[in-house]
């Protein structure tokens, strides 16, 4: 297995979680929010697909100085709908990683625009997984406040 066949298991099975946590949220509590300060479930939700965009931009270098969320001003109705727009993003994003050559994910030196930290790609790309991941994190925390029952993710 090349190491993006390894990226794409990792990030697939990150995501398939992802989305079992998230159905498992009925829509009545989609506003739910700890405190004052923290995101809405509904917020998590977007907040982890809309990031396929500009994980894209990221690793293909490209310029995230005007960027603008595909997202941006669009209601959250539901959840099949929020994964049918994000669809096309997330694909775009995977076969980016699909096309990068072992010696490019190995070699090639990536910016964040956050923070201005330099990472290897593959390693850029690996902590994406690691974000959303944490977001899963988070979501079974906010499932656990909600006293919803968390859908069994370790399968």
């Given at each position: 297995m090349t190491q993006s066949e390894l990226i794409?298991?990792?990030?697939?099975?990150?995501?398939?979680?992802s989305i079992l946590l998230w159905n498992g949220l009925p829509e009545t509590h989609y506003h739910w929010k700890p405190d004052e300060k923290a995101m809405s479930a509904s917020a998590?939700?977007?907040?982890?697909?809309?990031a396929?965009?500009?994980?894209?931009?990221i690793i293909n270098q490209g310029d995230m100085t005007k960027?603008?969320?595909?997202?941006?001003?669009r209601p959250f109705i539901?959840?099949?709908?929020?994964?049918?727009?994000?669809?096309?993003?997330?694909?775009?994003?995977?076969?980016?990683i699909r096309q990068f050559s072992d010696k490019e994910l190995s070699t090639t030196q990536i910016i964040h625009p956050g923070n201005g930290a330099k990472k290897i790609l593959g390693?850029?790309?690996?902590?994406?997984?690691?974000?959303?991941?944490?977001h899963a994190g988070q979501f079974l925390s906010y499932l656990r406040a909600m006293n919803i029952d968390r859908p069994n993710i370790w399968d």
């Open positions: 794409l298991l990792n990030l697939t099975e990150i995501r398939r979680r998590v939700i977007r907040h982890v697909l809309q396929d965009y500009g994980w894209n931009i960027y603008q969320s595909p997202w941006e001003h539901s959840l099949q709908e929020e994964l049918e727009f994000a669809e096309p993003y997330r694909k775009t994003l995977l076969e980016s390693n850029y790309v690996l902590r994406t997984g690691y974000h959303e991941a944490v």
